[in-house]
């Protein structure tokens, strides 16, 4: 995000940015992977400050995650 923010700054006006669909342009800085274990799950609710209940499963915690006041964008 800062390289972008650095980037997008000493563009001249007006200029046109383009970019194509590679994973990487829209990679997300903190994201969860769908492949996480449930160890992995409880850092990044932690690290974001989401409560997740002490017995949950990870499908639960999932739905946790999965609602809206709990998404963040980056």
């Known amino acids: 995000m800062q390289y972008e923010n650095q980037l997008l700054r000493s ?3 007006p200029s046109v ?3 194509d669909n590679a ?3 829209g990679r ?3 994201h969860l992977p769908s492949t996480a274990k449930k160890a992995e799950i409880e850092e990044y609710a932690d690290r974001n400050g989401i409560k997740l209940p ?3 499963t990870i499908k639960v915690y999932r739905e946790i995650l999965a609602l809206p006041e709990n998404k963040k964008v980056n």
Do not use: K
């Open 28 to 30: 997300m800085e903190n």
């Open 17 to 19: 940015v383009v970019m």
């Open 54 to 56: 002490a017995t949950g």
């Open 23 to 25: 994973s990487y342009h």
């Open 11 to 13: 563009l001249d006006e």
